[in-house]
């Protein structure tokens, strides 16, 4: 009994411990925190993994660690964080920097030894926990707009060490000026059940609201429903000092005062962050890039941060009247309430006549017409499709039909294997250069790679929709932007190119000056590739060559001399 209670006793003090290591850490800057995204935020495909700290539109600030700990990983890339630092800490956390400019101390010349040693501008490493011990507050790095950025700014994370499931950093002490109430911007009523209807149709309809605000009561008399009925929510917050549009803490719908369905942002899985695609009104998003928070629970959907019953529907019978309530509310506490009345109507009995193959969510659905074979597993889809198929024949610029497979409105959670036959001759030199493109509801043609093999061409998708092959035979466009052949440059000076590809994609870009690979810092997302003069280079004449490959194995080449005064 007496080491039972002991070690209740050592639990307790443990508990105790984290919270104080969690209230205790600071911020990354020495400048009042504003937010451009929170946590849980609404993203293409996911959902923000972190907050978004402005650093005033420029680059260069200096960012510190939050707490005692060691740089755990280390990751450099073109995508995603770009320059990423990690770092854990006691209390079993891990805080994530990304975008950064550059790393501070001994670690920015090891990750540039690295760089060098592979000839590769991506590296990626696992420091021993004495490699780089770091104290509370001691410089790491300073901020940037590296990787897929949109502007200057910091993506902070806190992580659970054990799990690396980020978790809302706000919730963590960091005190952000907010006395601003989320805006309420649209709602959406969905029918669901067979015998379900929105003024004797079936289909979703809106209705305008933007106000903020307790006591938002739309008109709602002109909407008559029947049968099972899903409610959506379009929805922004704003902090103080920033026009930005972030994402709420919490949504929850009520129907006469019980509550159906909640979304709640306080930690998730890199595993279930696609799960957004099930949460939303995707075929909103995609159509008209408003993203609604959807109480329909789909059976496919496996997301951590909703919860509901009844599968987020309410059921109206004919005559009842049915009181709604949607709360939006910040982590401050600001709210937005908005509460109407629906009545029920008559259903419109229609049945749904099964015009495609029915594809179930929970099993292995397998596709094939002429010309074109679709195997979608398991689990790739949210819920049961009506899977509709149709074509257009080819043109002289395509390889093949255009084929319609169901429509770009309907998300894949995984991968599924399309593989679509060849419809003309094409002599070997062509071969590899075939690819599966998709169509776009506006016409643009998007590279999904794949291979020939046998007369058809074959690739993994996670986008239904339109598609056709296609040939890359082009080559990436290489445009300097300060340099060409004879120019002087001094040697604090950068290099600095703007390269591009027409249809496949960047693939790899190889810089060297004497023949000797250099480091050259790639920014997809601005197309620009950034060569900064260093030491390794003497002073005098020089000669730089620039090769860039496609995805096609398309080349490009550039040379120039140039002289280092």
């Known amino acids: 009994m007496k080491q039972y209670l002991i070690f209740i006793a050592f639990l307790f003090m443990s508990m105790h ?21 929170t946590f849980g935020e609404l993203r293409g495909n996911h959902f923000h993994s972190g907050i978004d700290i402005k650093t005033r539109g420029s680059v260069g600030h200096p960012v510190y660690a939050i707490a005692d700990g060691y740089v755990s990983r280390v990751k450099v890339r073109a995508y995603g964080f770009g320059h990423a630092l990690y770092i854990a800490h006691p209390s079993g956390h891990t805080s994530v920097y990304g ?22 501008f991506t590296v990626e490493f696992y420091p021993s926990r004495d490699k780089y011990p770091v104290k509370k507050g001691e410089l790491i790095g300073y901020s940037g707009n590296s990787g897929s950025s949109g502007g200057p700014h910091l993506h902070f994370e806190i992580r659970d060490g054990a799990s690396q499931k980020p978790s809302n950093a706000l919730k963590y002490g960091y005190d952000v000026a907010d006395n601003i109430a989320p805006l309420i911007q649209r709602l959406r009523f969905y029918p669901v ?68 369905w909640e979304f709640k942002a306080d930690q998730f899985s890199f595993s ?44 109206f019978e004919p005559g009842q009247t049915r009181h709604i309530k949607i709360e939006v509310v910040d982590l401050k506490g600001n709210e937005s309430v908005v509460e109407f009345d629906l009545k029920g109507e008559e259903p419109t009995i229609s049945e749904n006549e099964l015009q495609g193959e029915l594809f179930a969510y929970d099993k292995k659905n397998y596709f094939s017409k002429e010309g074109v074979k679709l195997n979608i597993p398991k689990g790739a889809l949210y819920d049961t499709v009506d899977f509709r198929y149709s074509y257009e024949p080819m043109d002289r610029n395509t390889y093949s039909k255009v084929h319609h497979l169901h429509n770009e409105y309907t998300p894949l959670h995984k991968y599924s294997t399309l593989s679509i036959k060849v419809d003309r001759m094409v002599d070997n030199g062509l071969k590899s250069k075939l690819l599966l493109a998709r169509i776009d509801r ?10 020939w093999s046998n007369g058809w061409v074959s690739t993994n998708i996670r986008n239904l929709g339109e598609y056709v092959i296609l040939a890359d035979t082009t080559k990436p466009r290489i445009r300097p932007l300060n340099i060409y052949s004879g120019k002087t440059i001094n040697r604090n000076a950068s290099i600095d190119f703007r ?17 000797k690979w250099v480091l050259f810092q790639y920014y997809p997302s601005k197309n620009r590739l950034l060569y900064k003069l260093d030491d390794k280079l003497e002073s005098g004449k020089h000669t730089l060559k620039l090769v860039v490959t496609d995805e096609k194995q398309n080349q490009a080449t550039y040379k120039a001399d140039f002289t280092i005064q």
Do not use: C, W
């Open 193 to 260: 059940s067979k015998d379900a209807s929105i003024n004797g149709q079936k289909i979703a309809q809106s209705i305008y609201v933007f106000k903020r605000g307790q006591n938002i009561k739309p008109k709602t008399s002109h909407i008559k429903v029947s049968g099972q009925i899903a409610f959506g929510v379009q929805t922004y917050d704003q902090l103080n000092g920033a026009p930005n549009h972030n994402g709420p803490y919490r949504v929850t719908m009520y129907a006469d005062s019980s509550k159906f």
């Open 442 to 451: 506006r016409g643009r043609k998007h590279d999904e790679g794949g291979n």
């Open 272 to 315: 279930e962050t696609r799960y957004l695609n099930a949460m939303i009104d995707y075929a909103s998003y995609k159509k008209h890039r408003q993203r609604f928070y959807q109480s329909y629970l789909k059976p496919g959907n496996k997301l951590s941060m909703i919860e509901g019953k009844g599968e987020g529907l309410i059921e």
């Open 17 to 37: 411990f984290v919270k104080a290591q969690d209230s205790d850490f600071r911020s990354p800057f020495d400048f009042e925190m504003r937010l451009t995204g």
């Open 499 to 515: 390269i591009t590809d027409d249809l496949s994609g960047i693939e790899t870009y190889r810089g060297e000056v004497d023949g």
């Open 99 to 120: 975008h950064l400019q550059r790393f501070a101390g001994e670690l920015a010349g090891e990750v540039e030894n690295r760089q060098y040693a592979n000839e590769s």
